[in-house]
């Protein structure tokens, strides 16, 4: 399994420079797509329901202040396996050339965001968990 700053870096490397906000919803739709296609999870640092769609605070605080991300410095894209790869991938190729606020848009469109911030209004700071099994179900039944 990689870390979340194993699977960002190979998206830096992969699609370049992004928004912080980019960034970290392809780590989630990355996360989630793997749970459906390779029946397990990508990622073993957690995603949160934040104001701004899915966050993982771990990246978070690898990319704290900086608008535009080219790299993560403590991440190794080459940790990857085939199989992520294939799953990154198709995923970049889905939604890498989608806007930061698209992607953001989206993800507060799908159960997983809303049920998680169940009881928070909005741009009000959660910290709840999207779980993996909250993904693979509704990822799962698209």
Aim: proline letters at 5%.
């Amino acid at each position: 399994m990689a870390s979340v700053f194993d699977v960002a870096a190979y998206i830096l490397e992969k699609a370049g420079p992004m928004s912080a906000m980019k960034l970290q919803k392809l780590v989630y739709y990355s996360q989630a797509w793997s749970l459906v296609w390779d029946d397990r999870p990508l990622l073993k640092e957690p995603i949160q329901a934040w104001a701004n769609g899915p966050v993982a605070p771990a990246l978070y605080r690898a990319h704290r202040g900086q608008f535009q991300v080219s790299s993560i410095s403590n991440g190794n894209a080459h940790k990857l396996t085939q199989d992520e790869r294939e799953t990154v991938d198709a995923v970049l190729e889905f939604y890498g050339a989608k806007s930061s606020q698209w992607l953001s848009d989206l993800t507060h469109q799908e159960e997983p965001w809303i049920n998680a911030r169940i009881g928070y209004r909005d741009g009000e700071i959660c910290e709840n968990e999207i779980t993996p099994a909250a993904m693979a179900e509704y990822y799962g039944s698209l």
